[in-house]
């Protein structure tokens, strides 16, 4: 089984509704167990700010899935929750982004990992600190150093997994 590292975030509808069903589906994913999730954070909107705050989560999931794999069932879990792409950063029912698979590092027209700007995205790393987590190319301690607190707020939510 290889650890993999997922952000998951939504901004339209029942938030915190479509964060718990996003971990359920992942729970339902062939040979892929959820083990840990972060807590809920709520964020700014980024790139595009004329939209509503975002619920921000991390999970950690063990998968027998290639991470080629594992991002398509991703994919067909944001589709089944009805997620429609309409232009970039903006508002979404549910987006689950493969950040880390393992220690694997590739660069492919359909996959970059380590995820190539989550080190932009406090709403990215903020809820991995919560979890676990390992970077295959930065110490976790220089990830903590580049957080600043702004435009995220911890919520009172929890997800059950």
């Known amino acids: 089984m290889k650890k993999a590292y997922l952000g998951i975030g939504t ?3 029942d938030r915190f509704g479509n964060l718990q069903s996003a971990v359920d589906s ?3 994913l062939p040979t892929t167990k959820v083990n840990a999730v972060s807590r809920v954070y709520e964020t700014d909107p980024v790139g595009y700010s004329d939209q509503e705050n975002f619920l921000n989560i991390a999970v950690e999931v063990s998968t027998d899935l290639t991470a080629e794999g594992l991002l398509g069932a991703c994919l067909g879990i944001e589709a089944g929750l009805g997620r429609v792409r309409t232009f970039k950063n903006g508002p979404r029912v549910i987006d689950i982004d493969l950040l880390l698979y393992d220690t694997q590092i590739c660069d492919t027209s359909m996959l970059n990992l380590p995820h190539p ?4 995205r406090e709403f990215v790393l903020r809820p ?7 970077h295959p190319l930065v110490d976790r301690e220089k990830i903590k150093s ?3 607190g702004e435009g995220i707020r911890l919520t009172k939510y929890q997800i059950k997994y």
């Open 146 to 148: 580049r957080l600043t």
């Open 117 to 120: 700007r989550m080190f932009e």
């Open 128 to 134: 991995l600190i919560d979890i676990d987590f390992v």
């Open 26 to 28: 992942l729970n339902l």
């Open 11 to 13: 901004n339209m509808g």
